[in-house]
Nanobody
Framework: QVQLVESGGALVQSGSSLTLSCVVSGVEFSLYDMGWYHQAPGSQRELLATITSRDVTGYKEHIKDRFSIFRDNTRNTVFLQMNKLEPEDTGVYYC????????????WGQGTRVTISS
C-alpha cells in the first residue's frame, strides 16, 4: 500500500518562500515519476509540477518561474520549493505518483495546507 505524508505547509505573507516535503513508502520510490498537486479553496485538485524518475521536471505555466520540484531517492522524498508566494497559491498541496493514480494503486495523503496572506 502506497503511503504519502506531506508536510511543510504554513501561513505566510505574500512574497515569502516555503519548501514542502512528501515522504513516500510502500513503493519503489526511485522508479516512479512524482507530482505535486494543488487544491485551491472551492476548486478541483490540479497537477502543478512533475519530476520523472530521471529528474526531468515539468511545470504548469503560472508557477514555472517560482516553484521548483526535486527529489531525494535516498530519503524516498519529493520536495516543492515555492518562492514569491502569492495569495492565489493558497490551498492544500498533495503529492502522488501519476502512474499509480491511473492504475488505482495509490490514494491521497492528508496534504499540507498553505495559506498566503496579502
Amino acid at each position: 500500500q502506497v503511503q504519502l505524508v506531506e508536510s511543510g505547509g504554513a501561513l505566510v505573507q505574500s512574497g515569502s518562500s516555503l519548501t514542502l516535503s512528501c515522504v513516500v513508502s510502500g513503493v519503489e520510490f526511485s522508479l516512479y515519476d512524482m507530482g505535486w498537486y494543488h487544491q485551491a479553496p472551492g476548486s478541483q485538485r490540479e497537477l502543478l509540477a512533475t519530476i520523472t524518475s530521471r529528474d526531468v521536471t515539468g511545470y504548469k505555466e503560472h508557477i514555472k518561474d517560482r516553484f521548483s520540484i526535486f527529489r531525494d531517492n535516498t530519503r524516498n522524498t519529493v520536495f516543492l520549493q515555492m518562492n514569491k508566494l502569492e495569495p492565489e497559491d493558497t490551498g492544500v498541496y498533495y503529492c502522488n505518483a501519476p502512474a499509480l493514480l491511473k492504475l488505482n494503486r495509490s490514494s491521497w495523503g492528508q496534504g499540507t495546507r498553505v495559506t498566503i496572506s496579502s
